[in-house]
């Protein structure tokens, strides 16, 4: 038992008590907004662009009759007699 607890001591005492081991963690957190995302402008564009079209076709059917065109068909049938 003297042995062992002999040699205990020498461990302990053999340690560099003058070196000090450093941890160092580094952590790191990434945070993305909305609008840094690519398919958020594209969804953005694809609804813009409906959008637009939808009030350019809905302004000729407005229901306005002075700017609504109209195409009539007119047939004239002229019949003269010669005696």
């Known amino acids: 038992m003297l042995c062992v ?3 205990t001591n020498v461990l302990a005492w053999a340690q560099d008590s003058t070196m000090t081991a450093t941890t160092t963690t580094t952590s790191r957190s990434e945070t993305n907004t909305w609008y840094a995302e690519p ?3 594209v969804v953005g564009g694809a609804v813009f662009i409906l959008l637009i079209v ?4 809905g302004s000729g059917n407005s229901g306005n009759s002075s700017t609504a065109s109209r195409t009539d068909k007119v047939t004239v049938t002229k019949s003269t007699e010669v005696e």
Do not use: E, G, K
Not at 54 to 57: C, P
């Open 39 to 41: 398919w958020v402008w």
């Open 54 to 57: 939808a009030l350019v076709r």
């Open 5 to 7: 607890l002999s040699v």
